[in-house]
């Protein structure tokens, strides 16, 4: 469960990125994803899934550990003054919810 490579292994339960094909396309394309308020939308749209595919099977599975990258990357765009507010503020709200997951999830339950 602890396997670094486990997202790309079983996959996500939808199609698109994974974490590491994500931060990847931002370290190599970070001029082509931020140079348009399309091309941030659509960035964005595919980060949102890659959580959600995250959190969703986390919620099946808590065992399941978050990759690091999906962390690394919600920073990097939170702090990347190229990208607009609503997308740096998109990603700082992800990144909320990946780090106290738990206690997303304990609200749910009660």
Not at 19 to 45: G, P
């Amino acid at each position: 469960m602890n396997d670094p490579n486990f997202w790309e292994k079983v996959g996500l339960p939808f199609k698109g990125y994974n974490a590491k094909q994500l931060l990847k396309k931002y370290r190599n394309k970070k001029n082509d994803v931020c140079d348009t308020k399309e091309h941030q939308s659509k960035f964005m749209k595919d980060v949102s899934h890659c959580v959600k595919g995250m959190l969703d099977a986390k919620t099946v599975d808590d065992r399941l550990t978050i990759d690091e990258e999906i962390y690394e990357l919600l920073k990097k765009i939170s702090k990347n003054r190229d990208f607009e507010d609503k997308y740096r503020n998109k990603a700082t709200v992800l990144l909320d919810k990946v780090l106290h997951f738990n206690d997303y999830r304990e609200q749910l339950i009660l």
